[in-house]
Structures are given as structure tokens and as C-alpha cells.
């Protein structure tokens, strides 16, 4: 079974850095894009930042200049440099990736983790 687990969240104070990483695990061919998603509440989730294999990023206007995305093919493993917390940055956050399962087959499904959680607070 293929599953992405991320690590790293927890409590941080304002102004202060967190990183999360993000771990694919399981029988699959290959990564293609990777994503890192958050929710607070009652509120849809939202996209962070994004990922391609070849490494072009792409961040949400509210998290530019202060986060960055990265990842290691190597590892099956996609990162995210978190930095200048603020509490609206609290929220569980989610990898997501789109993994081919095997050569002969095209298909990507997406693979969702089951969110870590970041709260900044003092």
C-alpha cells in the first residue's frame, strides 16, 4: 500500500520556524508532483505550495517570502521550510502527491497523508 506520512509539526511561537517533511512509502513506480495543503476548521482546505519532479515551485501569495518547498527524489521525501510563524498560519497540514503506481500503467493517482498539526502561539 502506498501512503505518505508528514512529520514535524507542532507548537511554535510567533515569529518562530517550523519544518514539516513528507515521506511516500510503499510498492510504486514514481513521484511526479508533490503538494502541501492546510485546513483550519470549518474552512476548505487550501493549497500552500507545489512541487514538480524536476523541482519548479509554485507558493500561495500568503506564504511567499516565508516558506519554502523542496524535496529529495531520492528519499521520497518533499520538505517545507517554514518560517516567521503567525497564528494564521495554525492549521493541519497536508501532503499530497501524485504517484504512478507501476510502468504500465499512466495513471497518477493523487495520495493524500493524514495531516500534521502546527499551531503558533506565545
Known amino acids: 500500500q502506498v501512503r505518505v506520512v508528514e512529520s514535524g509539526g507542532g507548537l511554535v511561537q510567533p515569529g518562530g520556524s517550523l519544518r514539516l517533511s513528507c515521506k511516500a512509502s510503499?510498492?510504486?513506480?514514481?513521484?511526479?508532483?508533490m503538494a502541501w495543503f492546510r485546513q483550519v476548521p470549518g474552512k476548505q482546505r487550501s493549497l500552500v505550495a507545489s512541487?514538480?519532479?524536476?523541482?519548479?515551485?509554485n507558493y500561495a501569495e500568503f506564504v511567499k517570502g516565508r516558506f519554502t518547498i523542496s524535496r529529495d527524489n531520492g528519499e521520497n521525501t518533499m520538505y517545507l521550510e517554514m518560517n516567521n510563524l503567525n497564528s494564521e498560519d495554525t492549521a493541519a497540514y497536508y501532503c499530497?502527491?501524485?504517484?504512478?503506481?507501476?510502468?504500465?500503467?499512466?495513471?497518477?493517482?493523487?495520495?493524500w497523508g493524514q495531516g500534521t498539526q502546527v499551531t503558533v502561539s506565545s
Open positions: 499530497n502527491a501524485n504517484i504512478r503506481l507501476d510502468f504500465e500503467s499512466l495513471d497518477a493517482p493523487e495520495v
Open positions: 512541487i514538480s519532479r524536476s523541482g519548479t515551485t
Open positions: 510503499g510498492n510504486f513506480f514514481i513521484i511526479y508532483s
